[in-house]
């Protein structure tokens, strides 16, 4: 059975991903910031700069990018051309600074995650999903 913790990280995970994925999308099409290719939304992942393991970074909508199966698992997340990307449509030290955030410790509350979680379905709506 899963503790109320872990459901409320699977929830905030869901609706964090639907929102990554769709913010940019065009018609429910949206395009892999690593390689490039173009695919239904559902096709695509929510990728990770830095790795989910690090919560200060887990959620960061700038550490999160759309990215294809290929990029995101196959190739491990492209890194080194997601940060490119990050640098190139941020901030020159963007890698950098998203870097050190995941080296911070946060431990965030339920009642964080909740909140979270309905601030991400507010989004969704808004964008219609």
């Known amino acids: 059975m899963k503790t109320k913790r872990k459901s409320l990280i699977d929830k905030l995970d869901k609706e964090f ?3 990554i994925r769709n913010r940019d999308a065009k018609g429910g099409i949206a395009e892999c910031i690593t390689c490039g290719v173009r695919k239904e939304v559902k ?4 990728g990770h700069f ?3 393991k690090h919560y200060s970074t887990r959620w960061d909508e700038i550490n999160c990018q759309v990215q294809c ?22 901030v020159s030290d ?11 410790t946060v431990k965030l509350a339920d009642w964080e995650l909740e ?10 709506k808004k964008l219609g999903l």
């Open 17 to 19: 991903s639907i929102y």
């Open 43 to 46: 096709q695509l992942q929510c």
């Open 69 to 90: 199966y290929t990029c995101n698992v196959m190739r491990y997340g492209e890194q080194y051309k997601f940060g490119l990307y990050l640098n190139s449509n941020y």
């Open 115 to 124: 909140e979270m979680i309905e601030n991400y379905k507010i989004k969704n």
């Open 50 to 52: 830095m790795s989910r």
């Open 94 to 104: 963007m890698a950098e600074q998203l870097l050190n955030k995941s080296r911070e």
